[in-house]
């Protein structure tokens, strides 16, 4: 499995901007799809996007759509997700997730095997 630390969450207005990392640990980062999912209090973990081996196909939720950029440095093991135009409903804890290459099109947690321990994205309005 693949080692995950998230970074880069914080407090922000409405509108604003946040860019969220992911750093893999491990030679293998490129053969993984990554995904980033969250989890608001009282609510089931969502996912948001995700991105496959090479970074060519993305997928993302429909309420971040347009709004959501998903990225990744293979070079770097880490993938980005830079936020835009952030509302109050996107705060939540925002989870890095790695899995398998031929998972590129999942949005289901369980399809992900490795986790990161989540950063905390807080959207005033």
């Known amino acids: 499995q693949v080692q995950l630390v998230e970074s880069g969450g914080g407090l922000v207005q409405a509108g604003g901007s946040l860019r969220l990392s992911c750093a893999a640990s491990?030679?293998?980062?490129?053969?993984?799809?990554m995904g980033w999912f969250r989890q608001a209090p009282g609510k089931e973990r969502e996912f948001v996007a995700s991105?496959?081996?090479?970074?060519?196909?993305?997928y993302y939720a429909d309420s971040v759509k347009g709004r959501f950029t998903i990225s990744r440095d293979n070079a770097k093991n880490t993938v980005f997700l830079q936020m835009n135009s952030l509302k109050p409903e996107d705060t939540a804890v925002y989870y890095c997730?790695?899995?398998?290459?031929?998972?590129?099109?999942?949005?289901?947690?369980?399809?992900?095997?490795?986790w990161g321990q989540g950063t905390q994205v807080t959207v005033s309005s």
């Open positions: 491990g030679r293998t980062f490129s053969s993984y799809t």
């Open positions: 991105i496959n081996w090479s970074g060519g196909s993305k």
């Open positions: 997730a790695a899995g398998p290459y031929y998972r590129a099109s999942s949005s289901k947690a369980e399809d992900f095997a490795s």
